[in-house]
């Protein structure tokens, strides 16, 4: 695993994040999922460029995050009959609340996407660290 020197929380309050109490409504925050699409690429981008010694830019194909989320144990906190869409919305409003919030760093979230070769379940273990850390029910 990848060590970075500034493996701190951020100090910044961001105005525009809503404190949830709920696992739930962070899951089905659209406008989170927006955000966290745009993070969880730039995380895994940097983490494929550290991988490989050079600049790379790529996006997280959603069926990944989709599976990772179901192997993480988050499913059964979402309604029924949902695509895997939306269930890839989700694993992204997750992440990047967690980061948000100051419960994980961006260079946590790249070690952990670095740990593994296999993105879905690196993601997985990103997944059940953000959940953990952001003790909602």
Not at 29 to 52: C, M, R, T, W, Y
Not at 89 to 109: C, F, M, R, S
Not at 112 to 137: A, G
Request: aromatic share 6%; hydrophobic share 40%; glycine share 6%.
């Amino acid at each position: 695993m990848q060590m970075y020197p500034t493996m701190k929380k951020h100090n910044r309050n961001f105005s525009f994040v809503q404190t949830h109490n709920h696992l739930m409504d962070v899951l089905t925050d659209h406008k989170l999922a927006s955000l966290g699409d745009s993070f969880i690429n730039f995380a895994f981008s940097l983490a494929l460029s550290e991988k490989k010694g050079m600049p790379e830019g790529k996006k997280v194909k959603g069926t990944l995050l989709a599976e990772a989320l179901r192997r993480a144990g988050l499913r059964e906190q979402l309604p029924s009959r949902m695509t895997s869409h939306i269930l890839a919305d989700a694993g992204e409003a997750l992440i990047v609340y967690a980061w948000l919030q100051g419960h994980i760093t961006l260079e946590e979230t790249m070690a952990k996407l670095e740990e593994n070769n296999d993105p879905v379940e690196s993601l997985t273990l990103l997944l059940k660290k953000t959940k953990c850390r952001i003790k909602l029910s």
